[in-house]
């Protein structure tokens, strides 16, 4: 459509006018963004058509991944990379006056997920269409996503967020794909033809729309599709009170639940839960029924994946998908979903895993309780088969029990796979967390290390570093990432680590312009960033990052002369609205930061920032910029983590426990380049007697920092601190932030003396970017669909 930027510019001036009604010299940036969103879309859906042609034509199978969150970020740029047209278009907008880069900056970042569990399905969407792969995805189209946060005093404050207003450009509607919903009600069994049959009568019906957002694989003309699902009123409802079902049911897709830890316990999830599930697999049965007569053999041609337990209703509702539409058996009903649902476990935090009360479930889903208790009845037969008499094991392992439907066992159960995201974690899963399960279905348990996109997190965010690494291994590394191992052979080549450093830099001077931008701070981009952005998390600790800075700041004002080199301790996470303790992590960072960048004293060697609003966009210019990555969850708790891949891919060196995916990082590069601390996963999950109390008695730097919490040290109300003291002291700190801060501190000041090395430590960077070609999600969904998926890609 423009193969040279002459084109480009007549087709962009020309959709200008006719899209805004106004002369280019009129129109605003809004006005352009806009513009060029439209011709990129209508630029790809060629070959979307085409791709779609391609995948019935040749009846391949298809891979549906529900996710309740896509945390996609900004698409734009992101689009014009995939589909190579980035420089022409940046070269002819140029001329035309309009700078690339402040053209993207207009667009909000589609925010429909919280963080590392939304973003993986983000970056899995990305590989599937990278490598060809007939993979889609599919997620709910909430109205507002993430809530934007401020800070104000040092407190999160909350506002809701409207992507809408650019996201927009990509979506395409599409009505006539509509599905009804159910909800409530009550199920009539009725006998014809000698067989049960079950009717949903009575129920309030929600229509699901989809919206179509177009994935556009690299430099590969192939196009998959995220369906987002929008709910509004059905045309015939029953209700009189035509405003207050409008709204009831407009509420379903209107905000992404703020939490992916918490089980929230509100119908509204529970509703939100089914409708993704509902409208999913009937619009995928649909497509499938265009070919295909008989759902016999739905399982040869569909794969439902399931991203954690908030779609795992889609077992039961395949079920009665089957059965009640479909006039299938209940066997053989469930020899199929059985085949045709894969499952992925995010976490073993037991407070993270889904259960819902039977009083709430029962009514709202009438036939699909009824479904899960047949489900139920039948395991429970079999575990008392295997375990005849074990009444414990079978209470525990129960689908439903203590008023209770256990999501997590539902989804082991009805599944063919289960994955965890992690070695480290896959092993927690088989040999505690799930140990019962693997016991019975010892076949089902497999790993798949997490992944992320190096299109979006190398590509787009670190243009320099790319240019670099093309400029000295070729470019095939783009489409083989395991190739950045070439970069070793640069070890000793002094130019080379010349012109990393100096990326490094240039990337730290673009981060410190935006702290300025933001805070009017002043930050040195010669001082080391130490970076922790993530979402706030007692079990991610950023409360011993906190504790560490409080240490040095007590160093620095004890003996001026303590030699430090120079930190920028960086802090980016927003924390969920209802999270008590994780507010006042945020507000103890600030008050640290306040206490810190005003004191003349410590000036020229400590600053803290804390960055509002953390997100995809802000996270693509502060990977690039940071020199340490502080992954430092209590061992055992993070199942993977994935930010721990971006920072390493952009050259910053971990400092982390051997938790999560921190493990296969350390086992890549070795122990020289990375600084591991604390106690391991093991040492946690066996620890006997741990007493917080006697770290605070006997280590007179914790006693401090502790004491500092409360008496006054930080201006402002005394009792401020409370819930963080009373959690290290009274409930004995169930995170370690004492048991390991010695251990961190020491493994800092390693930190700080490897630093003053230049060259031992761009060496050492230079290695965690060879090797992070490990970690492109492309290698994570070539083994989920070779291992899982039995999916090939299509060969051109
Ligand atoms: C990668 C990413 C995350 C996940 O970070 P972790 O450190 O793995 O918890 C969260 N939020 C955003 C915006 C991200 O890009």
Known sequence: MFSNKEEFKKHFLQKLEMMCGKSFAESTK??????????????????????????RSEDQRQVYYLSIEFLLGRLLLHNLINLGIDQVVEEGLCELGIDLDCMTEVETDAGLGNGGLGRLAACFLDSLASLGLPGHGCGIRYKHGLFEQKIVEGYQVELPELWLRHGQVWEVRKA???????????????????????????????????????MVGYHNDTVNTLRLWNAEPSLFPIHKDILKYKRETEIVSEFLYPDDTHD?????????????????????????????????????????????????????????????????????????????????????????????????????????????????????????????GDWNRIERMAIIAHDQVKMAHLALVGSFSVNGVAALHTEILKHREMKDFYEVFPQKFNNKTNGIT?????????????????????????NKPEKLKELLKFHNDAAFLTQLQRIKQENKQHLAQIIKDQSGMIVDPSSIFDVQVKRLHAYKRQLLNVFHIMHIYNRLKEDPHYLFYPRTFIFGAKASPGYYYAKKIIKLINSVADKVNDDPDVRDKLKVVFLENYRVSLAERIFPAADI????????????????????????????????????????????NIFIFGLNADEVLNYKGYHSIEYFHYDKRIRRIVEQLTNGFFSGVDDEFEAIYDSLLIENDQYFVLRDFDSYVQTQIAVGQTYEDRNKWLKMSLTNIAHSGYFSSDRTINEYARDIWKIKGAAH
Not at 342 to 356: F, V
Not at 357 to 364: A, K, M, S, T, V
């Open 176 to 214: 006539d794909f509509a599905v009804e919903v159910p909800f409530w009600g009550h199920v009539q069994a009725a006998s014809d033809h000698e067989r049960l049959s079950f009717h949903h009568m009575d129920a309030e019906t929600i229509t699901a729309v989809p919206y179509d957002v177009p």
């Open 30 to 55: 809004e006005d352009q963004f806009d513009t060029l969103g439209h011709m990129i879309r209508e630029y790809v859906s060629t070959n979307w058509i085409k791709t779609n042609e391609r995948y």
């Open 264 to 388: 929230e316990g509100k119908i509204l999830r529970l509703k939100q839960q089914y409708f993704l599930v509902c409208a999913s697999i009937n619009s995928i049965v649909k497509r499938y029924h265009v070919k295909h007569k008989d759902l016999r053999n739905l399982h040869r041609h569909v794969c439902i994946h399931i991203n954690d337990t908030h779609p795992v209703l889609a077992i039961p509702e395949l079920m009665r998908v089957l059965m009640d539409l479909g006039g299938l058996g209940w066997d053989e009903a469930w020899e199929i979903t059985t085949q045709t649902i894969s499952y992925t476990n995010h976490t073993t935090l037991s407070e993270a895993l889904e259960k819902w009360p039977i009083r709430i479930f029962q009514p709202l889903l009438p036939r699909i309780y009824m479904i899960v208790t047949e489900i139920n009845e039948r395991f429970c037969h079999l575990l008392w088969e295997r375990y005849p």
């Open 629 to 672: 990555s502080e992954q430092i969850s209590t061992a055992s708790k993070e199942a993977s983590g994935t930010g721990n891949m971006k920072f390493m891919m952009n050259g910053a060196l971990t400092v982390g426990t051997l938790d999560g995916a921190n493990i296969e990082i350390r086992d890549l590069v070795g122990d020289d």
């Open 454 to 478: 190096h299109r979006r997190w190398l590509l787009k965010s670190n243009p320099e570093l790319t240019s670099l690494i093309t400029e000295v291994i070729g470019d095939s590394w783009v």
